[in-house]
């Protein structure tokens, strides 16, 4: 799986329309945006421990995105899935709205448990707030 960080607000208009353009960011550089597993959490905060409103984890299998998903060379020269196009949201495999916080809770446990497949956690009640 690759994983696509977005506004929960972005994630859900996209969702409504069926695919994904792609964050500012994203479009000012010409391709979306993704991470690899293991990229996961360092792009999360580097990037989105300043964002105040819910995030989206998106998890897409690469293989469905064809040949408009390039593997190319980014931050400390790892390679890094950049697609050129738009994402139909029919590709997303699962998805977790949170807010940063609750992502970077516990060494970032929620994510980690979202990227081992296993679903998302009810963050809520993990919290005792449910």
Known sequence: MIYKIALADDWSQAMRRGAFAGSAKDKEDGFIH???AHQLI???KLH?????????LVAVEPDALGD???????RKGDLFPHLYGPLPTETARATLIAFYQSLADDNFAAVRHFIGGRGPLNLASKRGEA
């Open 34 to 36: 993704f991470s690899a």
């Open 42 to 44: 360092e792009t999360l």
């Open 48 to 56: 989105y421990s300043d964002v105040a409103c819910a995030l989206a």
């Open 68 to 74: 408009a998903l390039k593997w190319e060379p980014s």
